[in-house]
């Protein structure tokens, strides 16, 4: 089974400055995507970008970028000139490709960012 | 991009009551749709795959005959929570995965349930 690990609950960002969000994931096999999703306090769920396993070049959004490393099984979100509407729970998540877009989520267990102003 | 709706937004019912959740994805089909119940400032827990035209599939811990689902249509799942009970209460969110869009699952904006 697939697991993803996000060992920081927390982390606090200055405004405009730039922060990384780190996640592991663990699976056996070689075609998958990766997602970061965000979380606000109104909790409706926002995707930020993702990741297809196949592809070598790191997805970039706007701020939003990942530095995907399938050797290590990592896959981390940094966002640059972090803005006051950042502030949310995030949550890196794994899908199989096996199933296409019916294949379920596994989600790891978030990380809430503040940004100070 | 897509969209997914819920209704209620919010509701409170008295224990022993049956609630019924409603997802809708609003411009596009899904076969599948997907029911998570999430606690406060914790991840979201897979309870059911529901399939158009089928049984759902349940993950393991989740009482199928407590929490039916229905998917009736191609743009619709239901989520009934039989006999609530206050230990039911939480925020329960329906996604649906949008084939063609980047295969990109779409999620509603969550139904807060209040058992009491």
């Known amino acids: 089974a697939q697991t993803v690990t996000q060992s920081q609950p927390e982390m606090s960002v200055q405004e405009a400055e730039t922060v990384t969000l780190s996640c592991t994931y663990d699976t056996s096999e070689s075609d998958y995507y990766l997602f970061w999703y965000k979380q606000p306090p109104s909790r409706q769920m926002i995707l930020v970008i993702r990741?297809?396993?196949?592809?070598?070049q790191n997805a970039t959004e706007n701020r939003f970028s990942v530095n995907f490393q399938k050797a290590a099984k990592s896959f981390s979100l940094k966002i640059s000139d972090s803005q006051l509407g950042d502030a949310a729970m995030y949550f890196c998540a794994y899908r199989s490709a096996r199933s296409g877009a019916n294949s379920k989520l596994t989600f790891g267990k978030g990380i809430t960012l503040s940004v100070r102003p | 991009g897509a969209v997914v709706s819920q209704h209620p937004s919010w509701v409170i019912c008295k224990s022993g009551t049956s609630v019924k959740i409603e997802c809708r994805s609003l411009d596009f089909q899904a076969t599948t749709m997907f029911w998570y119940r999430q606690f406060p400032k914790q991840s979201l827990m897979l309870m059911a795959t529901s399939n158009e035209g089928s049984k759902a599939t349940y993950e393991q811990g989740v009482e199928k005959d407590k929490f039916l689902i229905n998917h009736a249509s191609l743009t619709l799942s239901t989520l009934t929570v039989t006999s609530a009970h206050p230990e039911d209460s939480s925020f329960y969110i329906c996604?649906?995965?949008?084939?063609?869009?980047?295969?990109?699952?779409?999620f509603g904006p969550g139904t807060r349930l209040t058992v009491l």
């Open positions: 996604s649906a995965p949008r084939t063609g869009a980047g295969d990109t699952q779409y």
């Open positions: 990741q297809e396993a196949y592809k070598q």
